[in-house]
């Protein structure tokens, strides 16, 4: 796996599939929320929240339906924090992930079918990496340093990581 220049990632030229990503971060308790994913792909992974934009949903609405379907919570701060694209080998669809900044919320979080959330300490021996994406080594610092940042990845056999570039950027919308 190594990291490359902007532009030495090929991007294919089919139309991005959407998604949300939402990371809830405790500050007074310095710890983040992660959801076990029960079912369908990632699963067994942890993650923040999120999932597919629906046809004629706002990128904002989807972030917020997926961590009210997942972990039963409402955003109250929420802000745009990282556009990640997802390139995977054997599939032509290139994946856009729109990741959002949460540290403040309405609701009891619950886990659903979908979804178990457990807090975690944000000390690097206990967020469980060895059970998360490959690519979220690589932008988890500028999430927690506050930056923002954009970055594309690319995977073989679904899951292992080939190559990536990443910068900090004021402007998502240049990935
Ligand atoms: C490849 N590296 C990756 N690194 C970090 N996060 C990744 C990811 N690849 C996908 N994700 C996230 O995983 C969720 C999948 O969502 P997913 O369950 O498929 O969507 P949705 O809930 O709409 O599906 P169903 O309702 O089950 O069809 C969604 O938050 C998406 O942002």
């Not at 745009?80 to 995977?88: D, E, Q, S, V």
């Amino acid at each position: 796996m190594s990291r490359v220049r902007e532009g030495e990632i090929e991007i294919p030229s089919a139309k991005h599939k959407e998604f949300t990503l939402v990371m809830i971060r405790d500050y007074a308790e310095d710890k983040i929320l992660l959801g076990e994913k029960l079912r369908g792909f990632g699963s067994g992974y942890f993650n923040g929240f999120g999932g597919k934009i629906e046809p004629g949903e706002t990128i904002e609405a989807a972030a917020q339906r997926e961590l009210k379907e997942e972990a039963n919570i409402e955003a109250t701060d929420m802000t745009a924090r990282g556009c990640l694209r997802f390139i995977f080998d054997d599939n032509p669809t290139p994946w856009l992930v729109h990741v959002f900044h949460a540290s403040a919320y309405t609701g009891d979080i619950a886990a659903s079918d979908e979804m178990r959330p457990v807090w975690y300490k944000l000390n690097p021996s206990e967020v469980p990496f060895e059970r998360m994406w490959a690519d979220d080594p690589h932008w988890w610092p500028y999430l927690l340093a506050e930056k923002k940042f954009v970055g594309t990845f690319l995977f073989t056999n679904t899951t292992e990581l080939v190559k990536f570039w990443i910068r900090e950027t004021d402007d998502l919308s240049t990935i």
